[in-house]
Every structure is written in structure tokens, then in C-alpha cells.
């Protein structure tokens, strides 16, 4: 039998040792749906609580990327807008894009979350020290995550993960308080 206190500690631990956030795009950034203008190109909506997350946890010194199977201009102009630290787009094997993108930054498994919302990211969010799934993610992702947020993806749900990992290590208050200006 698990010891339910033993586990939620364990998870607070893995929480606070969290070093590099990692992000699925379409479902987790985004609400998952594909809108396109008349020329063909995608557009995309980004809610601006999870864009002033990802600056906090940037401006706690703590690495954040995006990998996603689609390739887009938005989700291009976003990275950089929020200065993401890796933006793998058109990936076909997630689990080996996060391999390469830990071994280039010299961090483990274990010092990684990831976000998904389907069963492409499954394999990651398996692996990694955290894995995470949004509240409106498939019942697989979700059933192997170790967190899943009470907000779906695209409503804030990034931001909701991040005040908990910046609150298991002490930071929050000190975000809170540094939170005025910049780009969300």
C-alpha cells in the first residue's frame, strides 16, 4: 500500500528539483484547435497568464522549450517573444528530441517536466522526473502523469504548473514581487 503522505512528499521533492520545463504546443499552449486565414497560414491563441509564467520561471534563473509536432510561424514568433530557451517544432519522436535537448544543457530525466495533452507526448511525460498533463488531456496522458492541472490547455494551465513548481522551491514570493513589466 502507498503511504499517501510518503508519496505527496516525494512529489514536492520532484516539484522543487524541476530545472527544465518542457512544453507540447497545440493542446497545451493552445486550446488544441487549428485555425487558418485565407492564405493557409495557421493562427493561434496564447493565453497571456501562461506567456507571464514562463517569463517568471525564466526570471528564477530555470530554463524552459517547446516541443511540438506541428511547425508553425505563431508558435516561431511566440519562442521568441518569450525568449524560450528551445523551440524544437515538426518533431516525430519527442522522447529523443528531449534526450538531445538534455544532453546539449547537461541536465537529467529527473530534473525535467513536461506538458502534454496526448498521446504523442506520452512517452515523454513517462520518462521524465515530472510529467505532466493538462486537465482536458486524454485519459492516457493523464492517467500516466504525476500532475495533471485543474486548468485545460490554453486557459492558463502553464501558469497554474508554474506557480507550483516556483512555490516547491521557495521562489514564488520573490516572482510575485519581481512580477511588473515585461512582455506576457
Do not use: N, Y
Not at 529527473?110 to 502534454?116: D, H, L, P, R, Y
Amino acid at each position: 500500500m502507498i503511504d499517501p503522505a510518503a508519496h505527496a512528499a516525494d512529489l514536492e521533492r520532484r516539484l522543487a528539483g524541476v530545472q527544465l520545463l518542457l512544453l507540447d504546443v497545440d493542446g497545451v499552449l493552445t486550446d488544441g484547435g487549428v485555425t487558418l486565414d485565407a492564405a493557409g497560414e495557421e493562427l493561434k491563441t496564447f493565453h497571456i497568464r501562461d506567456g507571464l509564467g514562463l517569463r517568471l520561471w525564466q526570471r528564477a534563473g530555470l530554463r524552459s522549450g517547446f516541443v511540438t509536432g506541428r511547425r508553425s510561424g505563431a508558435v516561431e514568433a511566440r519562442a521568441a517573444e518569450l525568449g524560450i530557451t528551445f523551440l524544437r517544432q515538426g518533431v516525430t519522436d519527442k522522447q529523443a528530441v528531449v534526450a538531445a535537448i538534455l544532453d546539449e544543457c547537461g541536465l537529467s530525466w529527473e530534473q525535467t517536466a513536461f506538458v502534454g495533452d496526448d498521446l504523442p507526448d506520452l512517452p515523454v511525460v513517462r520518462r521524465c522526473g515530472l510529467g505532466v498533463a493538462v486537465a482536458d488531456a486524454c485519459p492516457e496522458l493523464r492517467a500516466a502523469a504525476d500532475v495533471v492541472t485543474s486548468r485545460p490547455g490554453g486557459r492558463g494551465a502553464v501558469r497554474e504548473l508554474v506557480e507550483r513548481l516556483l512555490v516547491a522551491r521557495g521562489a514564488w514570493q520573490v516572482a510575485v514581487a519581481g512580477a511588473t513589466g515585461g512582455t506576457a
